[in-house]
């Protein structure tokens, strides 16, 4: 599977639009972009999950870089709620997602 | 509709003793993985299964075993326990192995003592 880079950390401020980051500049071809995140104390979450097409579901939208080496994950009106860390993970799409590699994810921080 | 089911929430043991944990998947699910997630090394794989087999495995050591029943529910094993064994113990489970999206339960917190 090919390595994920995300930031340790971010803010936002609450009602404003989260921009989460991810590089994956070894993806191949048959790999998908997923998205969980994990509200303290709480088991993941799944959020959104794409190949190639920009994504978009009742929770985020998830835009895929033409060349696929990036990805960006908007919450479009982050709430406190959101608070919780992401995880970008890249993985091949015959594998499914219950056999996931975590990496350390993104923090976020929604402040009022 | 139910969601994944982890019991129990919370368990002490005491070092050497060995502790089973189960997972009730939602109706419907057929796979079901586990991980481990501690502060230091965060969310690690432990294994996933489909229709009662081992469909992939983490790198743990062979203390750390598992099954799966003929109605989807799973347990794990850890025998001898060890202080680093303490740790956010986590089921997942898909319709399939090659569903997009997992669910996950609330864990169970392992203490070793």
Not at chain 1, 51 to 78: F, G, Q, V, Y
Request: glycine share 8%; charged share 15%; with cysteine.
């Amino acid at each position: 599977d090919a390595k994920t880079t995300q930031p340790p950390s971010m803010d936002c401020a609450e009602g404003r639009a989260a921009n989460l980051p991810c590089n994956h500049s070894t993806i191949s071809g048959n790999e998908y972009v997923y998205w969980y995140r994990q509200i303290h104390s709480q088991g993941p979450q799944y959020i959104i999950h794409g190949l190639k097409n920009n994504e978009t579901n009742e929770m985020a939208s998830l835009i895929i870089t033409e060349d696929r080496k990036s990805s960006t994950l908007i919450l479009p009106h982050a709430t406190l709620r959101d608070t919780a860390v992401y995880y970008c993970i890249v993985r091949d799409g015959g594998t499914g997602a219950n056999n996931l590699f975590f990496g350390t994810g993104t923090r976020l921080t929604v402040i009022p | 509709k139910a969601g994944v089911t982890q019991t129990p929430r919370y368990l002490i043991k005491t070092r050497g003793q060995q502790v089973t944990l189960s997972c009730s998947p939602i109706s419907g699910h057929r796979s079901v993985s586990w991980y481990q997630q501690t502060p230091g090394q965060g969310l690690q794989f432990l294994f996933e299964y489909f229709s009662e087999t081992q469909r992939n495995k983490g790198n743990f050591p062979g203390r750390f075993s598992g099954r799966q029943f003929s109605n989807s529910r799973s347990e794990m094993n850890v025998s001898t326990l060890e202080l680093g064994d303490s740790a956010l113990y986590l089921c997942a489970s898909s319709r399939l192995p090659t569903t997009f999206e997992a669910f996950f339960g609330q864990g169970t917190r392992l203490t070793v003592v």
